[in-house]
C-alpha cells in the first residue's frame, strides 16, 4: 500500500436553514463569530461527520464509535483486542482507519498516535447570522393534548471553506495509505452531502480541492486563497448567488507548480463552471464530477 503523500486539501461547502455546529456551551446555538458576523465549524464536527460515513455507509473498523454509547479510549481499545487476539497493541490500535487518518491515544497501554490528517477551523466565506425560532411539537406533554413547544437554532445561508492537511512523515507513522485518503475524501463528500439530523439537514458539498506535493512542502491556509465578491454577502440564501472568486488560489498553485505534482479537484453540477481553471494551472489536474 503506498503511503499517503504530501498534500493540501480545500473543502467548500454550503448550509442552508441548518445549524451546521452547535455549541454545547451556548444551548447548542449556531458556533459563531461576533466580530466578523461569521459562522464556524470546527474540526471535530468534520471528523465526526467522516467517522460516521466510513462505518456506517463503508463498513470500516472506528475507534471514536459514534454511532454506541460514549466509551473511554481504554475500553474501546481493549474491546478491539478482544476481536483481534492474534495481532500486537499497536497493529490492534492501528487497524482502525480513523487512527490512521487522524492519531488517537490508548493511555494505559502507553499509544499515542499523531494522525496523518488535520482540519483546521472553518468560517463561512460570507456574512451571516444565527437565528432563534420558535416551533411546536407534534404530541403534547404526558399524553396532554397542548402542544409542546420548542426552539430552533439555525444559520440562513452559509458558505464554509474548510483547510486541511495531509502530512507524509506523521502518515509513515501512522500508516496511513493513499486508499486510506481516498475513502475519506469520498467520506467528507458523501457524509457531508447525507447528513440526516433534524439540526445538520440541509448542507452540500460544492467543491473539494487536493494538492498532491512531489516532497514536504505546502502553499499553506488555502481557505484564505478563495474568495467572495459579492457586496452584500449577508444577504446571500443559496449558491447560485455567489460569484466565487478562486484566482488567488490558482495563481498560488501556478506560482508553485515545480513542487506539485498535480491537483484533484471534487465537483458537481453547480461548480462545473470553475473545473476549466484547474486546467490551465501549468500541472495536471484531475477532474471527478460527483
Known amino acids: 500500500m503506498k503511503t499517503a503523500q504530501q498534500s493540501e486539501l480545500l473543502f467548500l461547502w454550503d448550509a442552508r436553514m441548518t445549524n451546521p455546529n452547535g455549541d454545547m456551551l451556548n444551548d447548542n446555538a449556531p458556533?459563531?463569530?461576533?466580530?466578523?458576523?461569521?459562522?464556524?465549524?470546527?474540526?471535530?464536527?468534520?471528523?465526526?461527520?467522516?467517522?460516521d460515513d466510513l462505518q456506517k455507509r463503508k463498513g470500516e473498523t472506528i475507534y471514536v464509535n459514534n454511532a454506541e454509547e460514549?466509551?473511554?479510549?481504554?475500553?474501546?481499545?481493549?474491546?478491539?483486542?478482544?476481536?483481534?487476539k492474534d495481532k500486537d497493541d499497536k497493529e490492534v490500535f492501528l487497524s482502525c482507519i480513523d487512527n490512521r487518518l487522524f492519531g488517537g491515544v490508548a493511555p494505559k497501554s502507553n499509544i499515542q498516535v499523531i494522525g496523518a490528517v488535520q482540519f483546521a477551523w472553518s468560517k463561512t466565506l460570507n456574512e451571516t447570522e444565527p437565528v432563534l425560532s420558535q416551533g411546536t411539537g407534534a404530541f403534547g406533554k404526558d399524553g396532554s393534548s397542548q402542544k409542546t413547544f420548542?426552539?430552533?437554532?439555525?444559520?440562513?445561508?452559509?458558505?464554509?471553506?474548510?483547510?486541511?492537511?495531509?502530512?507524509?512523515?506523521?502518515?509513515?507513522n501512522s500508516h496511513a495509505t493513499e486508499d486510506d485518503i481516498e475513502k475519506m475524501l469520498d467520506s467528507l463528500w458523501m457524509g457531508t452531502k447525507l447528513l440526516n439530523t433534524r439540526s445538520?439537514?440541509?448542507?452540500?458539498?460544492?467543491?473539494?480541492?487536493?494538492?498532491?506535493?512531489?516532497d514536504n512542502y505546502m502553499i499553506g491556509l488555502l481557505d484564505e486563497l478563495v474568495k467572495l465578491k459579492n457586496k452584500d454577502t449577508d444577504q446571500l440564501r443559496r449558491f447560485e448567488d455567489c460569484d466565487l472568486d478562486i484566482y488567488p488560489l490558482l495563481e498560488a498553485i501556478k506560482q508553485m507548480s515545480d513542487k506539485v505534482e498535480?491537483?484533484?479537484v471534487w465537483y458537481d453540477d453547480s461548480?462545473?463552471?470553475?473545473?476549466?481553471?484547474?486546467?490551465?494551472?501549468?500541472?495536471?489536474?484531475?477532474?471527478?464530477k460527483v
Request: proline letters at 2%.
Open 271 to 288: 461548480t462545473t463552471h470553475l473545473t476549466t481553471l484547474f486546467k490551465e494551472i501549468g500541472v495536471e489536474a484531475v477532474i471527478k
Open 70 to 84: 460514549v466509551q473511554s479510549a481504554e475500553t474501546r481499545f481493549n474491546e478491539l483486542k478482544e476481536q483481534l
Open 262 to 264: 498535480k491537483v484533484v
Open 31 to 51: 458556533r459563531y463569530d461576533d466580530v466578523d458576523r461569521r459562522a464556524i465549524v470546527s474540526d471535530v464536527r468534520v471528523k465526526r461527520t467522516i467517522r
Open 200 to 214: 445538520k439537514t440541509g448542507q452540500k458539498p460544492r467543491l473539494l480541492v487536493r494538492i498532491i506535493y512531489k
Open 150 to 172: 420548542r426552539m430552533d437554532n439555525y444559520i440562513p445561508y452559509g458558505l464554509f471553506a474548510m483547510y486541511g492537511t495531509i502530512n507524509q512523515l506523521n502518515a509513515k
